[in-house]
């Protein structure tokens, strides 16, 4: 059965930040720290999907969906991400899986995504390597309670935004600008791949997936140069977490100045290339590079920018081609090592207010889902193996550090009061998943 879903994001929806004993994650301090997030917002109430499940949950099933993708809040359940267990927070989980299987929708559960609990953060976060280990625990323990009917279970969600974004830049939690030196939190999130990955197996966990973050990488010109700065951008972007998991082995990261990946001891590798059950891979757009300019430039490349494309409220270009050529491209360089793909996440912001009839129009969304639907189409027809696609997202939500000034949701949520609407994309994918042929 192709699955065809909606995916959110615990810290995203959730909202209930200091409920039931659910600890404080890096996003509570971060969205609490002035000039962090645009406007000061923060998730502590975001669509309060905690206390609104129910209804999220018909939201799905009269969409007609098949799955859906969500995340575990890794404090709610273990406030301190190690040690005493949060009954409560577990408890909400079990519910919200029973919901959605009465309803006939399959669950897809991530473990991480980017709400690391505090706690594990004052001890170095991801910079520590015991952080891999404290991850295959807490998978240990959502499994032992979910995987009887969860049957699939996502470890990490895009470890490539986490560590440029989170360790490198510092625009997301934990808010550190270490640039090169952030590299250790690649291979310490990896490895709490392979460690968790193998917890959820032994807690009877049917499917093992990882959700990274891929681009096409356009080089600017064929000049050598803009040749060269493309490598090594799709290296960073692209290889740096993916080779690891299906090959064995990291990228040449030599355009950086690098012998080898810092961090990695020996057995990791075996551990971090344990088989998987699919790929997760999530779009969202190209990018165009080209060579640096100066003499001695931070990194070998610079973003050239994507014009003549239309652009999302983002400003990220819309290329649904872009999906065709993304997966086609996976499986020309990884072959047989790729495993079946499934799309944990596409989907586009929009300035969506209502409009004096009640209802929002959001044309835009609905010519970019059939683009992408019809790229995901050319993809699966040139030989790729893709057995899911889901929308980013179902609700409007905490778009990190946007706030709540991206809505990318299907179903437009009026903050604070969490009163949710259909969008006019909401009705046109309900169409779309009613027609046979697809
Ligand atoms: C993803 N980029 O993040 C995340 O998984 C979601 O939580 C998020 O809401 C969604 O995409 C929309 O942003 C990304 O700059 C963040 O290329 C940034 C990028 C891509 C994905």
Redesign the pocket.
């Known amino acids: 059965m192709f699955l065809w879903g909606t995916a959110t994001?615990a810290y995203?929806i959730e909202g209930a930040a200091a409920e039931d004993g659910r600890g404080r994650s890096i996003w509570d301090t971060f969205s609490h720290e002035p000039g962090k997030v645009r406007d000061g917002h923060t998730g502590d109430i975001a669509c309060d999907h905690y206390h609104r499940w129910p209804e999220d949950v018909r939201l799905m099933a009269d969409l007609g969906v098949n799955s859906y993708r969500f995340s575990i809040s890794w404090s709610r359940v273990l406030p301190a991400g190690r040690g005493a267990v949060n009954p409560a927070g577990l408890d909400f989980y079990d519910r919200l899986v029973d919901g959605l299987c009465a309803a006939g929708i399959v669950p897809a559960a991530t473990l991480f995504?980017?709400d690391l609990p505090q706690a594990l953060e004052d001890e170095g976060g991801w910079l520590n390597r015991d952080t891999a280990r404290h991850l295959a625990d807490y998978a240990a323990l959502a499994a032992e309670r979910l995987a009887d009917r969860v049957p699939m279970w996502i470890t990490l969600?895009?470890p490539f935004?986490h560590m440029v974004?989170g360790y490198a830049l510092g625009t997301h939690a934990p808010g550190r600008t270490l640039f090169l030196d952030a590299l250790p939190a690649a291979h310490h999130q990896l490895l709490g791949h392979g460690l968790a990955t193998q917890a959820l197996r032994a807690a009877g966990a049917r499917q093992v997936l990882i959700t990274n973050?891929h681009?096409p990488v356009w080089p600017d010109s064929g000049a050598p140069a803009d040749l060269a700065a493309a490598e090594a951008y799709d290296t960073l972007h692209n290889r740096l977490f993916t080779d690891p998991l299906l090959l064995g082995a990291y990228p040449d990261l030599s355009a950086f100045g690098l012998e080898a990946a810092p961090a990695v001891r020996d057995g990791d590798l075996e551990i971090i290339a344990q088989p998987l059950d699919g790929l997760g891979v999530?779009y969202?757009?190209p990018t165009r590079v080209r060579a640096p300019a100066g003499d001695a430039p931070p990194l070998p490349f610079e973003d050239a920018g994507i014009t003549g494309h239309p652009t999302t409220a983002?400003g990220?270009p819309v290329v649904p081609d872009g999906l065709r050529e993304l997966l086609t491209g996976m499986k020309d360089r990884y072959g047989d090592a790729l495993p079946p793909v499934y799309v944990t996440?596409n989907?586009c912001?929009q300035p969506d207010e209502p409009g004096p009839d009640g209802v929002v129009h959001d044309q835009a969304r609905i010519d970019f889902l059939a683009g992408h639907l019809d790229a995901l189409r050319a993809a699966r027809d040139a030989g790729v193996d893709v057995r899911g696609y889901y929308v980013?997202?179902l609700l409007d939500?905490f778009?990190?550090a946007e706030g709540y000034h991206?809505r990318?949701g299907l179903v437009h949520v009026d903050f604070p009061t969490g009163h949710r609407t259909p969008k006019a994309s909401y009705h046109w994918l309900k169409e779309f998943l009613r027609t046979p042929e697809r």
């Open positions: 994001a995203q995504h980017w969600n895009e935004i974004f973050n681009s999530n969202y757009n983002f990220w996440e989907g912001s980013w997202s939500n778009e990190w991206q990318f």
